[in-house]
């Protein structure tokens, strides 16, 4: 029987901003999740209460080491009028996989879904109801034990917190300009490359900016040993479709096993498409777009669902994709996705939870 959940109601609700205002992860709820462990006494304390600033020592692992993992996940409103969590068993179980990498001590799955589904319910008018917008869930764990040192910290913090969110590229749907990369690595086999842990994205900002004053949206990242087979799309799951196969790098090691990415593969697969988690060698790439077998390029990620690439720029060639538009099979993807996130289309693998 897992701890109750203790609930202290803020007193005064802030302002709720408008769908139409939304950007990503600026805005805060009026409430957060919050639960402490300590190692004699396991997780403990799991409480509601109103979103503020956290208290840590200056000598706090986290600051010092970097022993923190997060997740995100999505709530979504229904024409239905129904709050849908999406995949967050999932998304719990992959915070105790980065958690383990970190020798993070993992979450009751059963306590941390129920605290997801009590927050996001106290919060729910704060979901916005536009197709596009939804609420971001940022579930995070932190090492909060005041020592300077390179071991496990004993004591953690675990904490949710809510951001209505629009769209992540403000872009939209358009497909995106993207830098193949080989002078930085965001991971290496062996690394943490395969796990959500901050330090992955702090590595990945300096080329991420490079990109950007260039005219990029974002970077494709090669492996780190080799540089040649691709890895990751910013912070976003890879797939291709070259000649009727679609090909994604596979899952582990150092590539996120992204839900999105699972939502997509099982999908294709049901379609009857051919789908294979290979790797593919950028060369590989350029050779199919010359070939003119190149179809289809897109990300995927919980932030964006589905983000085309229109374009890819390796070594001074320009590689477009789709003459640049949407492909047909990325178009129907994320339909499928989003039918399911805001209950349009029914859900037959019992991926959402209602709230």
């Not at 106290?122 to 932190?142: A, F």
């Not at 320009?318 to 039918?339: F, H, S």
Request: charged share 25%.
């Amino acid at each position: 029987m897992s701890e109750p959940i203790r609930i202290s109601r803020a007193s005064v609700k802030k302002p709720k901003p408008k769908d139409r205002e939304l950007s990503f992860g600026t805005v805060f709820t009026d409430h957060m999740f919050v639960m402490d462990f300590q190692e004699e006494k396991g997780w403990y304390d799991p409480r509601i209460e109103p979103y503020g600033p956290l208290s840590l020592d200056p000598a706090a692992a986290v600051l010092h080491y970097a022993q923190a993992v997060f997740d995100g996940l999505k709530a979504f409103r229904g024409n239905d009028g129904k709050v849908r969590l999406f995949r967050p068993q999932k998304h719990l179980d992959r915070i105790n996989i980065s958690a383990k990498r970190l020798c993070i001590p993992p979450l009751d799955p059963e306590l941390a879904l129920k605290a997801l589904v009590t927050l996001v319910g106290i919060e729910k008018d704060w979901v916005p109801s536009t197709v596009g917008t939804s609420l971001y869930v940022r579930p995070t764990i932190i090492a909060n034990e005041a020592f300077l040192g390179v071991r496990p910290a004993k004591s953690y913090l675990y904490y949710v917190i809510l951001s209505p969110v629009g769209a992540y590229y403000p872009e939209g749907m358009n497909p995106v300009k993207i830098l193949v990369v080989d002078q930085f690595v965001r991971a290496v086999e062996g690394g943490v490359g395969g796990v959500k842990t901050g330090a992955n994205y702090a590595a990945s900002l300096y080329a991420s900016e490079d990109a950007k004053h260039e005219g990029f949206t974002q970077v494709l990242w090669l492996d780190g040993r080799e540089r040649k087979y691709i890895d990751e799309v910013g912070t976003m799951n890879i797939m291709l479709k070259i000649d009727g196969e679609v090909i994604t790098p596979p899952a582990g090691g150092t590539i996120l096993a992204g839900v999105t990415r699972d939502s997509a593969l099982a999908l294709m697969r049901e379609w009857g498409l051919r789908v294979s988690e290979r790797q593919i060698a950028i060369d590989e790439v350029a050779a199919a777009a010359r070939r003119g077998t190149l179809e289809e390029v897109w990300g995927t990620g919980t932030a964006a669902v589905i983000s085309p690439v229109g374009e890819l720029a390796y070594k001074g060639e320009r590689i477009v994709v789709n003459g640049g538009k949407i492909g047909a099979l990325t178009k129907k993807l994320y339909d499928a996705i989003v039918g399911i996130q805001y209950g349009t289309a029914p859900d037959t693998h019992g991926w959402t939870v209602v709230v």
